[in-house]
Every structure is written in structure tokens, then in C-alpha cells.
């Protein structure tokens, strides 16, 4: 099963404490994972850097982030959050227990006020962002481990030069459209510093895949959208959208 799609796995359980709030200056959002002995967790190991990564996507899939949180000694995560509209948001929680195999619990969050869905952005090969263009290359195919190339320029320039991020030179997030499951994706291990990011993802059904990309270049972080469909290798490929994010 993809991941996500539970609160709760293993025995381990993602506790929100607050809510979260629109617009305005970052509030502090808070959050436990319950262990299996009943207390809030408090040993994990690093991966990609950090203890924890904690993604928060709007239903719709047209709002993203990736934040890294903050432990105190008594297992309670702390990050200030802020989301860009009202509307119900998916949650996701990606650790490793120390005790335990990796994991990524999710839960929905409301955030108060009067709310309009979008429709789901059109599949296109390529996302802005800023100054910024990113193309996709590569099929997502249900079923099987398939590798997609990000090629990122600048101004119409192959950037040769991004820098090191969650310990690789891109991080991407893909969560299919209908449930938001959360895929297994990983980065090729690669000594190049762009313009292409490869990864490989695993699809495990059709149908259409928000995928989220985020990359460092002079000292920030951006992040680049795309809608991508999965369909069988009959010539009918996934892609992205312009999409400004960030």
C-alpha cells in the first residue's frame, strides 16, 4: 500500500496538536507521533538529512510544503506553518523510529474560512517557477519503477551549478490525484550539479499524479509543479504544468 493514506501504521500514530491558520505570518503548528507503547516518540534516525520531513498539501493538490520541524525533549514537533487558503489539507509525516522501518503516516487538517476547490492544474512537460524553467522527461508507469529527468535552466540556461539539498541535488514528492497516496520516490545518486535531476518513482495504479519538485540555486529553495499522468507504455505520457509555486 502507498504511503499516506493512514494516520496510523505500526503501530505509530500522527497526533496533531493545533490547527492550522491562513494567510498572515507563519503560527507555530505543533504535532506527537504516539509510539507503541502509548508516549510520543522520541528517537529517529536522519534520512535525507533531516529527523523528520513533514509535507502539507492542499486536497486540490495546487498548494505544497515541505517543512522541517523542530524536537523537544519530550517528542512534541514544532514548525511555524501558514496556508495560503482555506480549505481541507493533507498532512504527512515521513520518519524513521529509531526501533522501526521508515514510515509515512497522514492526516487531514481544516483550515477555517470560505473555500472553493480548483480543478486539478492540465498536465504539461514543463513548470515555472520564478526566473526559472523545469522540463520532465521520462513515463511514470503503473506497476514498475520509473525514471524521470528534471532539467532545470535559468533565463533560458542550463543551470550546471544547483546546490546540495535533503543531501542530494533535488527532492520530489508525488502524491496521486483522488487520495493523495504518498509514492516511493527516490533521487540517482549523481556527482553532476545539474541541469538534470533523475529519480526513479513507483507508481502503483493509472490515473493522474501531482509531482513536486524542489531544488536550490543561489542560496533558495523552489519548488516546481507538475500534473503527470500513469498509464501503461502505450505512448500516452506523463508531464506538467505551469505552475507557480513559491
Known amino acids: 500500500m502507498p504511503g499516506g493514506l493512514q494516520v496510523s501504521q505500526d503501530g505509530y500514530t ?22 507503541p507503547d502509548g508516549t510520543p516518540v522520541t528517537a529517529y534516525q536522519v534520512a535525507h538529512d533531516k529527523k523528520m520531513h513533514f509535507i502539507v498539501a492542499s486536497r486540490d493538490l495546487t498548494s505544497f510544503q515541505h517543512v522541517h520541524p523542530s524536537m523537544a525533549p519530550d ?21 524513521v523510529p529509531t526501533k522501526g522501518k521508515k514510515l509515512t503516516l497522514g492526516v ?21 517557477v520564478d526566473d526559472y524553467t523545469v522540463n520532465l522527461a521520462g513515463n511514470i508507469i503503473p506497476g514498475q519503477a520509473s525514471k524521470l529527468v528534471l532539467t532545470v535552466s535559468k533565463d533560458g540556461e542550463p543551470v550546471d551549478d544547483l546546490e546540495p539539498y535533503l543531501g542530494a541535488y533535488g527532492h520530489l514528492v508525488a502524491l496521486r ?11 540517482e545518486e549523481s556527482d553532476e550539479a545539474g541541469p538534470e535531476i533523475t529519480f526513479v518513482a513507483e507508481a502503483p495504479s493509472r490515473g ?23 498509464t501503461l507504455s502505450d505512448g500516452h505520457a506523463p508531464s506538467a504544468t505551469h505552475d507557480h509555486t513559491h
Open 208 to 230: 493522474d499524479y501531482r509531482l513536486f519538485l524542489d531544488f536550490k540555486h543561489e542560496g533558495k529553495v523552489r519548488t516546481a509543479s507538475f500534473t503527470a499522468t500513469a
Open 177 to 187: 490525484a483522488g487520495d493523495l497516496a504518498y509514492l516511493h520516490v527516490h533521487p
Open 14 to 35: 500522527l497526533n496533531p496538536i493545533t490547527s492550522i491558520t491562513t494567510g498572515g505570518a507563519p503560527a507555530e503548528f505543533r504535532f506527537t507521533v504516539i509510539g
Open 108 to 128: 487531514d487538517l481544516q483550515a477555517a474560512g470560505d473555500y472553493r476547490p480548483e480543478p486539478l492544474p492540465h498536465v504539461s512537460r514543463t513548470a515555472a
Open 75 to 95: 517528542g512534541t514537533w514544532a514548525v511555524g506553518l501558514s496556508v495560503p487558503k482555506a480549505g481541507s489539507y493533507r498532512a504527512f509525516a515521513d520518519f
